[in-house]
Every structure is written in structure tokens, then in C-alpha cells.
């Protein structure tokens, strides 16, 4: 998760137990700003180029 909101691919509602408007409200947010798009797209990249379990095993 805090992966996600350091690449700029997510939001963090600050709370365990979102309520629904605040779901509606970030939902909204993540559709409605092409930047989110674009950063789950680079961050999706960075996934495709490593092999984990090949990675891992290395390790």
C-alpha cells in the first residue's frame, strides 16, 4: 500500500474505516486525475521488468 502512495498511483483516506462518501470521494478522484493513471502505469513497469520469485531466490 504505502508503495502505491509513494509512486502517486493511490490515495490514503487516514482512516482504518472509510465511510462510504469518503470511498465515493477518492473513487472520484482516482478516475477524474490522469495522474494516478499515468503513475499506476509506471509503477506496473517497474512490476513487468522483475522476475520475484527468480529475484528472491537469489537473495
Known sequence: MLERLWA???LNLNTTTPTP???R???QELLANGRYRQAA???QADY???N???EAARC
Open 8 to 10: 502517486g498511483a493511490g
Open 21 to 23: 462518501e469518503q470511498m
Open 25 to 27: 470521494n477518492a473513487i
Open 41 to 43: 502505469a509506471r509503477l
Open 48 to 50: 513487468v521488468r522483475h
Open 52 to 54: 520475484a520469485p527468480e
